[in-house]
């Protein structure tokens, strides 16, 4: 499966093509998904294959590791195992352990290519990288995308466009799944781009309503803003390493051969892409409209996987980022402080949002931001740990909200719901279970993972980053506070919404409960070791760590091996994420604290007004810089034109007829009457000549062209 | 190499006429046919020239689609048939002067560039084929460049010409 | 045979273009006469690949005639365009732009 992982990305294709040219004639077009679920169960399958065959192919190279408290030993000792032979560029061993540990084998990614397209003898090629990340993105990709799959049979039935909605769920999962399967940086521009494209088409699924159609221009339009540095980057890339393969890019950066301000370059560039895709500050505000679309298009697209492109753009050229951001040995760097103040900022947003997809979408940036603030501080296995587990449970929490609209009329808005706990006891009970997982609490899926980055956090380098583990810690805070608010609002209290809410069909709540599964155990793909030993599942529970790890550059980046985890930190956040529903459940369930806070002070107005206007970035954007470069441009081209044009023919003009009353006067009238007839004539012979000239005629204009051709012909031949 | 010369002398000079023909003809069908015998002779040189690719092409596209393009338009602008003395505008003496002018500067050039210089007697030759490798893979960005182009004009010719 | 050979009937052909382009009056006769201009510079390019021995001579004469095809394309209908406005195609009398 590992070599032909190119089936992976080609079923979803050839599903996509089925069902548009298939899909209106089964069922009178609403039977789309007798084609898309079971394709996308194959490729489910044919993902796990792939994952397992991956896990074969390290255990097969490498001895396996030693359960027990060994891990950690044989891990630092594998520190310096990079430099293998067979690559082409051979590591640079640093270091005394790099010299001692020789050349021990480590698994290589299967890679198989063909030439797509070749110009002016550069082959461009298309193919798969299947290595422990792409092979964890599939997994995640392809099990989101089946229940997404599953859950929309109800959710969208007896749409109007049912067929384009398969159709399109089947192409984004082919192009996300090509896009994480990409071999070379051309490949991932265009499944970055594809997948982008799919967003924009599904977000303006409803497309008569003005509102979803603006989401989804303005959705595709940011993207457009990180698209010309992700571009850009590349490029750089490419011309700082003389191929477009990711690997040799890779092994090039990681090993000091292209020199640094290229890589800071190409890293900056990136991280433009980044900002738009993965919705991170300043570009994210994107994201919470484009929650216009069809509530399992959010989750699929809009929490669980396309927009972790980003994230996993940034892990698959760490050594790019790493280098150029100088991860190893600066205490701060670009990509932390922009994770760790996007989480920040995008979670204080959630809070004064009365739309519970909005909440969800704002805390998916928050998360967002924790995975890039992640991979900022070097804990590459905890970034992409915490993406596999916010995956299942923000879908669950995503397709939660889509049951409950789906039970109460289609409505988003938490002010009209409440009390929903007694008739939808499923989507209740996975909903708490999904944002128990989210807020961290122990021993749930997101504790483990948000444990592992702020550990990160920590101890990433030599001194840490204490404002990134402040960060986090007051992140861990709110989180689990604006989730309680959601459970508040939505499922406790009085029902404030009109008809009767119902729990939903098991095909909503079915996907709803595997999801939910995998929030409460996702945590034991990546246990820490001491974790791991007690509960006797030894090497068994850290999945990623000991298959997903580039250990290729493990010499160059020692972050990558997990830093120990810290009780007291563990402990630390677990409060935070208690205090935090603690305070919101006295505030809402017992009535206790400052109610009517904005009503009485000043301060706690302005500051609500600032969050519910989103820090004013949409009014900055189209009030301030589209109108303002739209505006003073055409002002600037107006007076140009009036002013400067204008002037210049009418002076022309104006001097022309000028010189012809010059003429006119001085020569005819005021010379004596002997020369009159003479000179008159030759007077009006150059007005007519000159204004033979403007005749407007294309062939006059023709034969001065090609006259003037000739006479320079001339004149070079004689000269040269 | 005689007979090569003959015939090229042969294909030359009627193509050189009916070129001729093809720009005063008074005349606007004959003026499109002339351009048909232009076209075919050169077609002919260029097999001369070991093109036979572009030769076929000539014929496909120029004489077969082009061609019966400029006859649909002369007959959509319902041109007067028959004989007809207003074809050639007064300045035609300025256009005289003006190619001749330029003929002979390029003439005189090329004559002094290249002197008697000579075609290699055995050139390389190049199939159809090689042609066929080189537009794919050497020369695949300008082929997706006109491509597009011919898109566009395609797009550009049915927006204008559509009657709204 | 001669390079020159070739390369004059080229430039004889190119300036029997420019001369129809300068002299007719009637639009589609300028777009037949700007075909034989394009088409001289097609026996350039033959000539100067056959010349050197390489195969970038044809690929741009293929080249140039698709383009040709687009140009005769949208050509003509600018000159149908043109009648439709004027009822006639007399490129004399499209003086619009005239001082």
């Not at chain 1, 590591?91 to 397209?117: D, M, N």
């Not at chain 1, 990433?460 to 989730?483: E, H, I, N, R």
């Not at chain 2, 008697?116 to 050497?138: C, K, M, Q």
């Amino acid at each position: 499966m590992l070599e032909n992982a190119y089936l992976i990305p080609l079923l979803p294709g050839l599903s996509f093509l089925a069902i548009l040219l298939f899909g209106k004639r089964i069922k009178g077009g609403q039977g789309a998904h007798y084609i898309g679920v079971p394709v996308l169960a194959v490729v489910w399958v044919l993902s796990l294959v792939a994952v397992f065959g991956w896990i074969n192919r390290v255990d097969d190279v490498t001895p396996a590791t030693e359960a027990g408290a060994t891990t950690h030993e044989t891990a630092a000792a594998g520190v310096g195992t990079a430099g293998d032979p067979a690559s082409p560029v051979v590591l640079a061993a640093e270091g005394e352990t790099g010299a001692e540990a020789g050349h021990e084998a480590v698994a290589q990614p299967v890679i198989r290519s063909a030439t797509w397209w070749s110009n002016a003898g550069e082959n461009f090629r298309i193919g798969t990288l299947v290595d422990g990340l792409s092979v964890t993105l599939l997994f995640v990709v392809s099990t989101v995308s089946l229940l997404v799959h599953i859950y929309s049979i109800e959710y969208v039935r007896g749409d109007e466009r049912y067929t384009h909605y398969y159709a399109f769920l089947s192409f984004f999962s082919a192009a996300m799944l090509f896009f994480v399967l990409s071999q070379n940086i051309i490949q991932m521009i265009v499944g970055w781009e594809l997948v982008g494209v799919s967003s924009f088409v599904l977000i303006g699924h409803w497309w008569e309503s003005l509102d979803n159609s603006n989401a989804a221009m303005k959705a595709f339009m940011t993207n457009r803003v990180g698209d010309v540095g992700l571009l850009v980057g590349m490029i750089i890339l490419y011309f700082a390493a003389g191929s477009f393969e990711v690997p040799v890019i890779n092994e090039m950066a990681a090993s000091g051969q292209i020199r640094h301000l290229l890589l800071l370059a190409a890293a900056g560039s990136l991280t433009a892409a980044v900002m738009s895709k993965s919705g991170q500050f300043p570009l994210h505000t994107w994201l919470p409209d484009a929650m216009a679309g069809p509530t399992p298009v959010s989750a699929l697209i809009h929490a669980a996987t396309m927009v972790v492109a980003g994230v996993y753009m940034v892990a698959r050229l760490y050594p790019v980022f790493y280098e150029g951001y100088s991860i190893g040995t600066s205490s701060i760097n670009g990509l932390a402080l922009l994770g760790g103040f996007t989480a920040f900022m995008a979670a204080a947003l959630a809070f004064v949002q009365w739309d519970i997809k909005k909440v969800l979408a704002y805390s998916t940036i928050s998360q967002l931001g924790y995975m890039v603030m992640a991979l900022g501080v070097g804990a590459w296995t905890a970034a992409i740990f915490h993406l596999f587990t916010h995956a299942l449970f923000k879908a669950c929490l995503f397709l939660g909200a889509g049951s409950v609209s789906h039970a109460s009329h289609h409505t988003f808005d938490m002010r009209e719901m409440g009390g929903l706990r007694k008739v939808m006891p499923h989507t209740y009970k996975t909903f708490v279970l999904a944002s128990l997982a989210l807020a961290g609490v122990f021993p749930l899926a997101g504790f483990w993972s948000k444990d592992e980055i702020l550990v990160g956090a920590m101890r990433g380098q030599q001194s840490g980053y204490p404002l990134m583990l402040f960060f986090g810690l007051l992140v861990a805070f709110m989180t689990a506070a604006y989730m309680t608010r959601v459970i508040w609002y939505t499922f406790w209290g009085e029902y404030r919404g009109h008809g009767t809410p119902h729990e939903s069909p098991a095909l909503i709540t079915g996907p709803l409960w595997i999801l939910a599964g995998g929030a409460v155990l996702g945590g034991l793909v990546n246990l820490p070791s001491a974790v791991a030993d007690k509960i006797g599942l030894g090497g068994a529970a850290h999945l990623i760590e000991t298959y997903a790890e580039p250990v290729r550059y493990l010499d160059q980046f020692s972050t990558f091996s997990v830093a120990a985890p810290s009780l007291g930190l563990a402990l630390t956040g677990l409060a935070l994420a208690l205090g935090g529903i603690l305070a919101v459940y006295l505030y809402y369930w017992r009535r206790l604290g400052p109610h009517g806070l904005t009503e009485q002070s000043v301060w706690a107005r302005r500051g609500y007004t600032f969050l519910v206007n989103k820090y004013y970035l949409d009014h900055l954007y189209t009030g301030i810089i589209a109108r303002g470069v739209r505006g003073p441009v055409a002002q600037a081209a107006y007076w140009v034109n009036q002013n400067v044009i204008d002037r210049i023919v009418n002076l022309v003009g104006e001097s022309a007829r000028e010189t012809g009353r010059w003429v006119y006067t001085n020569i005819d009238q005021g010379v004596v009457d002997g020369t009159v007839n003479g000179l008159s004539s030759g007077a009006e012979a150059t007005g007519e000549g000159l204004r033979v000239i403007q005749s407007g005629r294309v062939q006059q204009y023709g034969s001065l062209l090609f006259g003037a051709a000739a006479v320079l012909a001339i004149i070079f031949t004689i000269v040269i | 190499m005689v007979a090569q010369n003959i015939a090229f002398a042969f294909i030359a000079s009627i193509v050189a006429l009916s070129a001729v023909r093809t720009v005063t003809t008074r005349n606007i069908v004959h003026a499109a046919l002339y351009l048909v015998a232009v076209l075919a002779g050169l077609g002919a040189l260029y097999v001369m020239l070991t093109a036979e690719f572009v030769a076929t092409t000539q014929f496909l596209v120029y004489i077969g689609a082009v061609m019966v393009l400029f006859l649909f338009g002369i007959m959509l602008t319902r041109a007067p048939l028959g004989h007809l003395d207003d074809l050639t505008g007064k300045q035609w003496p300025v256009a005289l002067g003006v190619a001749t002018a330029l003929a002979a500067v390029l003439v005189y050039a090329l004559v002094d560039a290249f002197h008697a210089a000579e075609l290699p007697r055995n050139p390389v030759i190049y199939r159809t084929a090689d042609v066929g490798d080189s537009v794919f893979s050497t020369y695949l960005i300008p082929f997706e460049a006109v491509s597009v182009l011919l898109l566009a004009a395609l797009i550009g010719a049915v927006v204008l010409a559509r009657k709204d | 045979m001669l390079v020159n050979q070739f390369l004059i009937l080229g430039a004889v052909l190119f300036c029997t273009g420019v001369y129809g382009v300068l002299a007719r009056r009637n639009a589609v006769m300028v777009l037949m006469s700007i075909e034989l201009m394009l088409n001289a510079v097609n026996i350039n390019l033959l000539t100067f690949g056959l010349m050197v021995g390489s195969i970038s001579g044809q690929v741009f004469a293929l080249f140039i005639i698709a383009i040709a095809a687009a140009e005769v394309g949208v050509g003509l209908a600018l000159v149908l365009l043109i009648y439709r406005n004027r009822s006639n195609i007399d490129v004399e009398e499209l003086d619009l732009m005239h001082g």
